[in-house]
């Protein structure tokens, strides 16, 4: 059995268009953003089925090839690893043409999508029926989709942000073609698939995100009714060491729902990279110096950290949670800037953090993504502790933090030129240092890239690693279905 043999028969089932096999067919899905070489994750061929039908059988030949397919929705997993796989020598199975927006229920106020469908087709498919829902988008929004974005458990900005917390069943196939549709989806004519995510029995959902036991060909989402009135700010504080503060001012506005969306606090070099290009500030060797960009950050009036959030409700409790909010930040020693807003968290599409690329240039992104405990301590330590290994590498540390209850996702994007190959090296040497001293110093991950997962999946530990084993085993005993996701292999 070989990939070109699945490849031929492959041809039978979706037409011989949609299929790649050719170099210059599979250069684009081979391409990738992370600091590691693109060999060690290309795909060898790429097909794209445009149906459950389709899908069924695609997923029953690789079974019968022994061919492994990597499944992609919009395929832009950019700074994870774009579309490409774990290993090496994968079939990309290529979910775009499946792109129906199935149903909107603006009563219940819920979506049903197929995984092609962008954010941009979604919103514009609501708008086009008149109906006054916002949906919750990742910053590449208009180019990617919900079903990708919420199986990574990827987050946005209004308080739909965290996507696979707001995602209401799945249809999943298995690898030998059985369709799972979860929660409340085996009812016979459902009418509540959207409506309740738990189903009866065990709730199956999670085992289906960041994972490769199944392929997921519908996803229900819930969609936010447009509130009657927001309000978006950014509050500033001037000084790194203000971190503590700012995490002790923060925690208890989203815990009682002051602030009830996930609000992001970026540090003065994050927006120096979103606005500036790095050789406009800095010549120097090594890392960019905080002070350059505190300094940068200050003649836009802005300081250490910034903090974008909003407030959403009726007019009088908008006004209300405002002044909480600015009573609480100028208690810490912060301020707010008027009329300064984040797009993304009152529904509007942008790409407007794509300005990052400006900064080096060479098109280099590696998310480094650990999850924070929001007490002070563990800002002030995991800050410290990203700097010092950073610095050691001569990589930039930035951060862009979302701030929920408990705890933040403090997402830090290492941004270099992938055209130079010691900036690459030294920056995938920083992401595999990054993960052995923040796992040593008891910390885990929200999501990590292709070329990192083996290592993340260690620091998560043996008896977790052992269990996927063994769900992956009996759901997928051939390993047909993105072999080495997550860490998972038979
Ligand atoms: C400037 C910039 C800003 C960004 N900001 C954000 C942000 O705010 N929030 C955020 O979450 N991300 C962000 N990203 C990262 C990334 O681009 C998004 O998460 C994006 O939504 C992921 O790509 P996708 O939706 O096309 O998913 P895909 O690439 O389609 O899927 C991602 C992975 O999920 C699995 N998968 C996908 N579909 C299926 C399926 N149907 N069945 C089974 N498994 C599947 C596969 O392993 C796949 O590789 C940002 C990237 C950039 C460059």
């Given at each position: 059995m070989s990939i070109a043999s699945f490849l031929a028969a492959a041809r039978a089932v979706v037409g011989k268009d949609h299929v790649i096999e050719s170099p210059d067919g599979l250069a684009p899905f081979a391409r990738i953003m992370m600091p590691v070489p693109e060999a060690e994750h290309a795909p060898v061929g790429v097909v794209s089925p445009q149906s459950l039908a389709e899908?069924?059988?695609?997923?029953r030949l690789a079974g019968e090839h022994k061919t492994p397919l990597w499944p992609t929705s919009t395929g832009?997993?950019?700074?994870?690893?774009?579309?490409?796989?774990?290993?090496?020598?994968?079939v990309t199975l290529d979910l775009r043409r499946m792109n129906r927006v199935i149903d909107i229920d603006p009563v219940l106020c819920t979506a049903l999508v197929e995984p092609g469908v962008t954010y941009k087709l979604l919103q514009d498919t609501i708008r086009a029926q008149g109906h006054k829902l916002w949906i919750d988008f990742p910053a590449p929004g208009p180019l990617v989709g919900p079903v990708g974005n919420s199986l990574e458990r990827g987050n946005g900005t209004t308080p739909y942000g965290d996507h696979f917390a707001n995602t209401c069943g799945f249809e999943v196939v298995l690898a030998d073609g059985?369709?799972?549709?979860?929660?409340?989806?085996?009812?016979?004519?459902?009418?509540?698939?959207?409506?309740?995510?738990?189903?009866?029995?065990?709730?199956?959902?999670?085992?289906?995100?960041?994972s490769n036991f199944g392929v997921v060909t519908k996803m229900g989402l819930w969609l936010?009714?447009?509130?009657?009135?927001?309000?978006?700010?950014?509050?500033?504080?001037?000084?790194?060491?203000?971190?503590?503060?700012?995490v002790d001012t923060l925690r208890p506005l989203r815990f009682d729902g002051t602030i009830g969306n996930c609000g992001t606090l970026l540090d003065s070099t994050l927006f120096a990279a979103s606005t500036a290009k790095r050789a406009d500030l800095y010549s120097g060797k090594g890392a960019i110096p905080p002070s350059v960009t505190l300094e940068y950050a200050r003649s836009k009036g802005l300081g250490a950290w910034q903090y974008a959030f909003s407030v959403y409700g009726r007019p009088d409790r908008v006004a209300s949670d405002w002044k909480v909010i600015e009573t609480a930040v100028a208690a810490s020693g912060g301020k707010l800037v008027p009329d300064a807003y984040d797009p993304m968290q009152v529904g509007e599409l942008s790409l407007q953090t794509f300005s990052i690329f400006n900064w080096t240039g060479g098109h280099g992104l590696a998310w480094f993504s650990p999850v924070m405990p929001l007490r002070p301590t563990d800002a002030i330590r995991q800050v410290e502790l990203a700097r010092g290994v950073m610095d050691k590498h001569g990589v930039d540390f930035m951060t862009g933090m979302t701030l929920n209850g408990r705890e933040g996702l403090n997402v830090m994007p290492m941004v270099f030129d992938r055209g130079d190959p010691d900036s690459t090296a030294r920056h995938r040497a920083c992401f595999e240092e990054l993960i052995q001293a923040f796992g040593e110093a008891g910390y885990g991950f929200y999501r990590t890239g292709v070329g990192f997962m083996d290592q993340v999946a260690r620091v998560h530990g043996e008896t977790q690693m052992d269990v996927n084993r063994r769900l992956k085993r009996a759901l997928d005993p051939h390993g047909i279905i993105a072999p080495g996701k997550s860490g998972i292999h038979l």
């Amino acid at each position: 059995m070989s990939i070109a043999s699945f490849l031929a028969a492959a041809r039978a089932v979706v037409g011989k268009d949609h299929v790649i096999e050719s170099p210059d067919g599979l250069a684009p899905f081979a391409r990738i953003m992370m600091p590691v070489p693109e060999a060690e994750h290309a795909p060898v061929g790429v097909v794209s089925p445009q149906s459950l039908a389709e899908v069924r059988a695609l997923l029953r030949l690789a079974g019968e090839h022994k061919t492994p397919l990597w499944p992609t929705s919009t395929g832009k997993n950019f700074g994870y690893g774009t579309s490409t796989a774990a290993t090496p020598g994968q079939v990309t199975l290529d979910l775009r043409r499946m792109n129906r927006v199935i149903d909107i229920d603006p009563v219940l106020c819920t979506a049903l999508v197929e995984p092609g469908v962008t954010y941009k087709l979604l919103q514009d498919t609501i708008r086009a029926q008149g109906h006054k829902l916002w949906i919750d988008f990742p910053a590449p929004g208009p180019l990617v989709g919900p079903v990708g974005n919420s199986l990574e458990r990827g987050n946005g900005t209004t308080p739909y942000g965290d996507h696979f917390a707001n995602t209401c069943g799945f249809e999943v196939v298995l690898a030998d073609g059985t369709v799972l549709r979860t929660g409340m989806g085996g009812v016979a004519n459902t009418k509540s698939w959207q409506a309740f995510r738990y189903g009866y029995g065990p709730w199956l959902d999670g085992i289906f995100t960041q994972s490769n036991f199944g392929v997921v060909t519908k996803m229900g989402l819930w969609l936010m009714p447009a509130p009657p009135a927001w309000r978006s700010g950014m509050a500033v504080w001037d000084k790194f060491e203000d971190i503590g503060r700012i995490v002790d001012t923060l925690r208890p506005l989203r815990f009682d729902g002051t602030i009830g969306n996930c609000g992001t606090l970026l540090d003065s070099t994050l927006f120096a990279a979103s606005t500036a290009k790095r050789a406009d500030l800095y010549s120097g060797k090594g890392a960019i110096p905080p002070s350059v960009t505190l300094e940068y950050a200050r003649s836009k009036g802005l300081g250490a950290w910034q903090y974008a959030f909003s407030v959403y409700g009726r007019p009088d409790r908008v006004a209300s949670d405002w002044k909480v909010i600015e009573t609480a930040v100028a208690a810490s020693g912060g301020k707010l800037v008027p009329d300064a807003y984040d797009p993304m968290q009152v529904g509007e599409l942008s790409l407007q953090t794509f300005s990052i690329f400006n900064w080096t240039g060479g098109h280099g992104l590696a998310w480094f993504s650990p999850v924070m405990p929001l007490r002070p301590t563990d800002a002030i330590r995991q800050v410290e502790l990203a700097r010092g290994v950073m610095d050691k590498h001569g990589v930039d540390f930035m951060t862009g933090m979302t701030l929920n209850g408990r705890e933040g996702l403090n997402v830090m994007p290492m941004v270099f030129d992938r055209g130079d190959p010691d900036s690459t090296a030294r920056h995938r040497a920083c992401f595999e240092e990054l993960i052995q001293a923040f796992g040593e110093a008891g910390y885990g991950f929200y999501r990590t890239g292709v070329g990192f997962m083996d290592q993340v999946a260690r620091v998560h530990g043996e008896t977790q690693m052992d269990v996927n084993r063994r769900l992956k085993r009996a759901l997928d005993p051939h390993g047909i279905i993105a072999p080495g996701k997550s860490g998972i292999h038979l």
